[in-house]
């Protein structure tokens, strides 16, 4: 994010991982790692994943739109706006003409990514040109965008799979947020079961409601 960003991105974390808000903070950020786990035995998870569950408990979960009235500084109460409403979505990073272009593959969207984002700059260096696909929020700014630090990254090897994923889930009527999460439950499985093929973890049958994909991966 850039600096003004992150700084009360910072703040708002600080403040609902503080009283009176840290329980519910903790059960939303919970609650997101349930929901996208492949499995409904404890394990440790990545930080990867604590950051995207604490994106959302900030953004889908609320807590930074009803944070941002406690800022005294209109301009850290407007950013704080800007960050509940961040765009959640499946994303690959291209250049086009000296640009970071962040495109969602969910919406068809493309966002401008501003130069001055530390997060998407590292992003694209990861990727190159052939950047894979990862998950994702993004908050648009004034001048451009900037990406949320939760960013989870899908193999590279699951593209072409995700594609038809995508595709069904859209046939279905699934919504973003649905076919998101069952994404990241498709990657919390073939990041945790060993030997697992990719084509065991990216399937369709997965795209089921979590508790099905718990019962698939217990």
């Not at 950013?79 to 962040?102: D, K, N, Q, Y």
């Not at 069904?168 to 699934?174: C, E, I, K, M, V």
């Amino acid at each position: 994010m850039t600096p003004a960003l992150t700084a009360v991105y910072d703040e708002l974390l600080a403040r609902a991982s503080a009283p009176p808000h840290a329980e519910r903070a903790i059960a939303l950020r919970d609650a997101f790692l349930r929901r996208t786990s492949s499995s409904s035995r404890a394990a440790v998870e990545p930080e990867d994943r604590f950051r995207a569950a604490w994106d959302d408990a900030l953004t889908t979960g609320g807590l930074a739109r009803e944070l941002a009235e406690s800022f005294d500084d209109p301009s850290e109460r407007a950013l704080a706006r800007v960050l509940s409403r961040a765009h959640r979505g499946l994303f690959r990073m291209s250049l086009l003409e000296g640009h970071r272009i962040a495109e969602d593959a969910l919406s068809g969207a493309s966002f401008v990514v501003l130069a001055r984002d530390d997060i998407g700059r590292e992003v694209l260096a990861l990727g190159g040109e052939d950047s894979p696909l990862f998950e994702a929020r993004i908050v648009a700014a004034a001048d451009g965008c900037a990406m949320m630090p939760g960013i989870i990254f899908h193999p590279p090897d699951a593209t072409s799979l995700i594609g038809e994923i995508v595709r069904a889930g859209h046939q279905r009527g699934l919504s973003r947020l649905e076919i998101c999460d069952a994404l990241l439950r498709m990657q919390h499985t073939f990041r945790n079961l060993s030997r697992v093929k990719i084509g065991y973890a990216y399937k369709l049958e997965a795209l089921g409601a979590p508790a099905a994909a718990e019962a698939m991966g217990a």
